[in-house]
C-alpha cells in the first residue's frame, strides 16, 4: 500500500472561525493506483492534496496520521517534511501552469527546486533531458520561458519537473482544467504512462472532469464538503453509484448530441453546507431527495461491497437488501435528481465491483460526455 490516510483532519484558521476543510477523512491508495478525487468547488479536494506534502500558513492539521510505503509523513512538521518533498511525495498544485515564475527560464526553475531539495540539476540532466523528449517537447525547452511554451507545452514541463525524482505519490490538481480537449487527453495519457513507466508510483489526480477520470483512473473517490462520499472502482463509479451525491453528480454532466430541449440538464438543487459551521448527521440531507430523520445521524464512511466505500444510510440498507427508501423527504424536500437517481441497479448484480477497469467500454461510455465536467452544471447557485 503506498498510502494510507487515517482520520485525517484540517481546518484553515480564519477571522470568522476554523474552516473544517477535511473532516475525519479514512483511504488508503495502493501502489500503482491512480486515484482519482472529484467534487464540487470548495469540497476540500485541494485542501486534501495539499495537506499531504505542504500546509500553508492558515492550514492546520488537528487529526490523523498520514503514512507512505509503511512510514508515517510528517504533515505537521514542515522542517521534517522537507526531506520527503520531491523524493517521497511531489504535487502539481492547482493553477501551477499559470503561477511559473514568468522572469526564469524553465532549466532555470527545475534548477531551483531540485537545489532547494538537495539535488544538482547536472546531475539528472541526462534523464531530465530524456523526459522531456518523451513527452514531446523540444530539446530547447529548457532555455525557453514559460510565456513561451503553450498551455499544454508548460503543463509537461511541469509534470517532468515534477516527477524527476520518481516520488512514491503524485498529487496532480486540476492539470487538465486549464487545456483544450486534446491537450486534456494528451496530459491524461502521460499521466496513465508515467506510472506505468515507473516515474511515480501512484497518483492522486484531483478535477471537476469526471470524463478524464473515467479514462484515466483505476478508482475513484467522491468529496462532499470536506467528507469522502463514496470510493470505488472508476467503472464502478461511473455505472453503479451507490452514493446520492454521485447519482446526481454523473446525472449534472452533459451527452454529446443531445440538445438543452431534448434533456434539461438537473444540476444539484441547494448549495453545500458551510464548512465553518458545521451541521450534524450527513452533510447531504438539506439536498438529498432521499433524506429521512436517521440521516440527521453521520453515516460512516464503510466498505459495503468488495472495494466499494460509501458513507450513505440509503446505500447501506440497499445493500443488506432492506428497502423503503422513496423520496420520503423527512429532512428536506429537494426535488427528484434524474437519471442516475432512479437506474442504479441493485448491489452485487453479476458484475461486481473490481470486475472492471479504466479504459473498459463502461467506463469510457462516459468519456464522449463533454468535459467542461461538473463545474458548470454543479456551480448552479453556488456562491
Ligand atoms: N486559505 C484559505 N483560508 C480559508 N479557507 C480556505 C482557504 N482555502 C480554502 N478554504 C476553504 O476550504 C474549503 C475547501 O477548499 P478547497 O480549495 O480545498 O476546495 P476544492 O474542492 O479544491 O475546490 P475547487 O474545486 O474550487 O478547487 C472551502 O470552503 C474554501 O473556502
Ligand atoms: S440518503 Fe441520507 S445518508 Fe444517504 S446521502 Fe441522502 S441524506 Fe445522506
Ligand atoms: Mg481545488
Same mark, same amino acid.
Given at each position: 500500500?503506498?498510502?494510507?490516510?487515517?482520520?485525517l483532519?484540517?481546518?484553515?484558521?480564519?477571522?470568522?472561525?476554523?474552516?473544517?476543510?477535511?473532516?475525519?477523512?479514512?483511504?488508503?491508495v495502493?501502489?500503482?493506483?491512480?486515484?482519482?478525487?472529484?467534487?464540487?468547488?470548495?469540497?476540500?479536494?485541494?485542501?486534501?492534496?495539499?495537506?499531504?506534502?505542504?500546509?500553508?500558513?492558515?492550514?492546520?492539521?488537528?487529526?490523523?496520521?498520514?503514512?507512505?510505503?509503511?512510514?508515517?509523513?510528517?504533515?505537521?512538521?514542515?522542517?521534517?517534511?522537507?526531506?520527503?518533498?520531491?523524493?517521497?511525495?511531489?504535487?502539481?498544485?492547482?493553477?501551477?501552469?499559470?503561477?511559473?515564475n514568468p522572469?526564469?527560464?524553465?532549466?532555470?526553475?527545475?534548477?531551483?527546486?531540485?537545489?532547494?531539495?538537495?539535488?544538482h540539476?547536472?546531475?539528472?540532466?541526462?534523464?531530465?533531458?530524456?523526459?522531456?523528449s518523451?513527452?514531446g517537447?523540444p530539446?530547447?525547452v529548457?532555455?525557453?520561458?514559460?510565456?513561451?511554451?503553450?498551455?499544454?507545452?508548460?503543463?509537461?514541463?511541469?509534470?517532468?519537473?515534477?516527477?524527476?525524482l520518481?516520488?512514491?505519490?503524485?498529487?496532480?490538481?486540476e492539470?487538465?482544467?486549464?487545456l483544450?480537449?486534446?491537450n486534456?487527453?494528451?496530459?491524461?495519457?502521460?499521466?496513465?504512462?508515467?506510472?506505468d513507466?515507473?516515474?511515480?508510483?501512484?497518483?492522486?489526480?484531483?478535477?471537476?472532469?469526471?470524463s478524464?477520470?473515467?479514462q484515466?483512473?483505476?478508482?475513484?473517490?467522491?468529496?462532499?464538503?470536506?467528507?469522502?462520499?463514496?470510493?470505488?472502482?472508476?467503472?464502478?463509479?461511473?455505472d453503479?453509484?451507490?452514493?446520492?451525491?454521485?447519482?446526481?453528480?454523473?446525472? =449534472?454532466? @452533459?451527452?454529446? /448530441?443531445?440538445?438543452?430541449?431534448?434533456? *434539461?440538464?438537473? %444540476?444539484?438543487?441547494?448549495? &453545500?453546507? !458551510?464548512?465553518?459551521?458545521?451541521?450534524?448527521?450527513?452533510?447531504?440531507k438539506?439536498?438529498?431527495?432521499?433524506?429521512?430523520?436517521?440521516?440527521?445521524?453521520?453515516?460512516?464512511?464503510?466498505?459495503?461491497?468488495?472495494?466499494?466505500?460509501?458513507?450513505?444510510?440509503?446505500a447501506s440498507?440497499?445493500?443488506?437488501?432492506?428497502?423503503?427508501?422513496?423520496?420520503?423527504?423527512?429532512?428536506? =424536500?429537494? @426535488?427528484?435528481? /434524474?437519471?442516475?437517481?432512479?437506474?442504479? *441497479?441493485?448491489? %452485487?448484480?453479476?458484475?461486481? &465491483?473490481? !470486475?472492471?477497469?479504466?479504459?473498459?467500454?463502461?467506463?469510457?461510455?462516459?468519456?464522449?460526455?463533454?468535459?467542461?465536467?461538473?463545474?458548470a452544471?454543479?456551480?448552479?447557485?453556488?456562491?
Amino acid at each position: 500500500m503506498s498510502l494510507s490516510v487515517r482520520n485525517l483532519q484540517i481546518a484553515y484558521r480564519t477571522l470568522r472561525g476554523d474552516v473544517q476543510a477535511v473532516d475525519d477523512v479514512t483511504f488508503e491508495v495502493a501502489d500503482k493506483e491512480i486515484m482519482g478525487l472529484a467534487g464540487e468547488s470548495g469540497s476540500g479536494k485541494s485542501t486534501l492534496g495539499n495537506s499531504l506534502i505542504f500546509l500553508e500558513g492558515r492550514m492546520r492539521h488537528v487529526g490523523g496520521t498520514v503514512d507512505l510505503d509503511g512510514k508515517a509523513l510528517p504533515i505537521s512538521n514542515y522542517r521534517a517534511m522537507n526531506r520527503h518533498r520531491m523524493r517521497d511525495v511531489s504535487i502539481i498544485p492547482q493553477y501551477a501552469m499559470s503561477a511559473l515564475n514568468p522572469t526564469k527560464k524553465i532549466g532555470s526553475l527545475a534548477r531551483d527546486l531540485l537545489k532547494a531539495r538537495g539535488f544538482h540539476l547536472a546531475d539528472v540532466l541526462p534523464e531530465f533531458r530524456r523526459r522531456i523528449s518523451l513527452v514531446g517537447l523540444p530539446d530547447n525547452v529548457l532555455g525557453m520561458y514559460p510565456f513561451e511554451l503553450s498551455g499544454g507545452m508548460r503543463q509537461r514541463a511541469t509534470m517532468v519537473i515534477s516527477t524527476l525524482l520518481n516520488p512514491s505519490l503524485l498529487i496532480a490538481d486540476e492539470v487538465t482544467s486549464a487545456l483544450d480537449v486534446s491537450n486534456q487527453r494528451a496530459v491524461g495519457e502521460l499521466l496513465t504512462e508515467f506510472r506505468d513507466l515507473g516515474y511515480v508510483k501512484s497518483m492522486i489526480v484531483i478535477t471537476h472532469d469526471l470524463s478524464i477520470l473515467a479514462q484515466i483512473a483505476d478508482t475513484i473517490t467522491i468529496m462532499y464538503a470536506g467528507k469522502l462520499a463514496e470510493k470505488a472502482d472508476a467503472s464502478t463509479i461511473v455505472d453503479k453509484p451507490l452514493h446520492p451525491y454521485t447519482q446526481a453528480l454523473l446525472s =449534472s454532466l @452533459p451527452e454529446v /448530441g443531445l440538445r438543452y430541449e431534448d434533456k *434539461e440538464l438537473t %444540476g444539484i438543487p441547494g448549495r &453545500p453546507p !458551510s464548512l465553518l459551521d458545521v451541521v450534524s448527521g450527513c452533510r447531504f440531507k438539506d439536498r438529498c431527495p432521499f433524506a429521512r430523520d436517521r440521516c440527521r445521524d453521520e453515516p460512516p464512511f464503510v466498505e459495503l461491497l468488495p472495494g466499494h466505500q460509501v458513507a450513505c444510510w440509503k446505500a447501506s440498507d440497499e445493500v443488506k437488501g432492506l428497502g423503503g427508501w422513496a423520496h420520503e423527504g423527512a429532512a428536506g =424536500s429537494a @426535488p427528484s435528481i /434524474g437519471r442516475a437517481g432512479g437506474e442504479v *441497479e441493485h448491489p %452485487g448484480g453479476a458484475e461486481g &465491483p473490481g !470486475s472492471e477497469r479504466p479504459g473498459d467500454a463502461n467506463a469510457t461510455a462516459l468519456a464522449p460526455r463533454v468535459s467542461e465536467g461538473l463545474e458548470a452544471p454543479v456551480g448552479k447557485g453556488q456562491p
